[in-house]
């Protein structure tokens, strides 16, 4: 699934944001099909992108398999 539009917290880093992807595709292991709840899988995608790259993020978007956009907000209501 492909997760784009990444909002990366780098603190202001600059060099380290321009490193950063602002588009990924999950990997196998994580696929929405394997999740009875959205949320949940968005929270593990989440997670992911955190562990992987090794900062936070205050967002993203992905695509639902018919086509719907769903936004992943992170920041602090």
Known sequence: ?????????????????????????????????????????LDDVSDWLSDEYGWCHFGFETETNDGGIIKCDTLPE
Do not use: H
Request: proline letters at 5%.
């Open 1 to 41: 699934m492909l997760i784009k539009n990444i909002k990366w917290d780098t603190d202001g880093d600059m060099e380290a944001l321009a490193s950063l992807p602002t588009e990924v595709c999950t990997p196998s292991f994580l696929r929405e099909e394997q999740y009875d709840d959205i949320e949940e899988f």
